[in-house]
T-cell receptor
Framework: EPEVTQTPSHQVTQMGQEVILRCVPISNHLYFYWYRQILGQKVEFLVSFYNNEISEKSEIFDDQFSVERPDGSNFTLKIRSTKLEDSAMYFC?????????????FGPGTRLLVL | DQQVKQNSPSLSVQEGRISILNCDYTNSMFDYFLWYKKYPAEGPTFLISISSIKDKNEDGRFTVFLNKSAKHLSLHIVPSQPGDSAVYFCAASAISTDKLIFGTGTRLQVFP
């Protein structure tokens, strides 16, 4: 069964460093998402991406964050200058191919720890 | 942001019995609801969904009920199995958006 994959599974970084989290969505999906879950809190939406552009973003997704689909298979989340409060599980999800409002399938997550 | 609420943080059920997980929402613009199951250190796994035009959707042991007037949905698992032990999240999205708003989760434990 097709699945969303994410690398790395764990990342430890120093505050102020840049990190790139990588995702390979399900191959025929067209809609891509990033969510995060801070320990003990809800899963929160960060950004959605369709047709090579951001379709929606939350207030969390400020100028420190960016997303990219550099090729036909990868979808990345970059945090330019990490802060302690960026420590969380980051989940990539994808949906499609038929269109809007389809089920989102999640990857296993990347645990980011900012020291 | 409390648009989706799961008021029971945990539930314990005997194997073979019914598990009922509840979820309340406040946003009348929600038109699509989903249930996800999550094990520790894994991503949410999709279980079942329901559109606001329906009041029930069934898939094997899992049934989701939607009561729009009460802004309430529930997930029934019959019969419950030990492998169902996990955290269950309900999620919703509103008209014209596909971003999911998650509840806080309910930890289900199914014991033999």
């Amino acid at each position: 069964e097709p699945e969303v994959t994410q690398t790395p599974s764990h990342q430890v970084t120093q505050m102020g460093q840049e990190v790139i989290l990588r995702c390979v969505p399900i191959s025929n999906h067209l809609y891509f998402y990033w969510y995060r879950q801070i320990l003990g809190q809800k899963v929160e939406f960060l950004v959605s991406f369709y047709n090579n552009e951001i379709s929606e973003k939350s207030e969390i997704f400020d100028d420190q964050f960016s997303v990219e689909r550099p090729d036909g298979s990868n979808f990345t989340l970059k945090i330019r200058s990490t802060k302690l409060e960026d420590s969380a599980m980051y989940f990539c999800a994808s949906s499609g191919p038929s269109g809007f409002k389809e089920t989102q399938y999640f990857g296993p997550g990347t645990r980011l720890l900012v020291l | 942001d409390q648009q989706v609420k799961q008021n029971s943080p945990s539930l314990s059920v005997q194997e073979g019995r019914i598990s009922i997980l509840n979820c309340d929402y406040t946003n009348s613009m929600f038109d699509y609801f989903l249930w996800y199951k999550k094990y520790p250190a894994e991503g949410p796994t999709f279980l079942i969904s329901i559109s606001s035009i329906k009041d029930k959707n069934e898939d094997g042991r899992f049934t989701v009920f939607l009561n729009k007037s009460a802004k309430h949905l529930s997930l029934h698992i019959v019969p419950s199995q030990p492998g169902d032990s996990a955290v269950y999240f309900c999620a919703a999205s509103a008209i014209s958006t596909d971003k999911l708003i998650f509840g806080t989760g309910t930890r289900l434990q199914v014991f033999p």
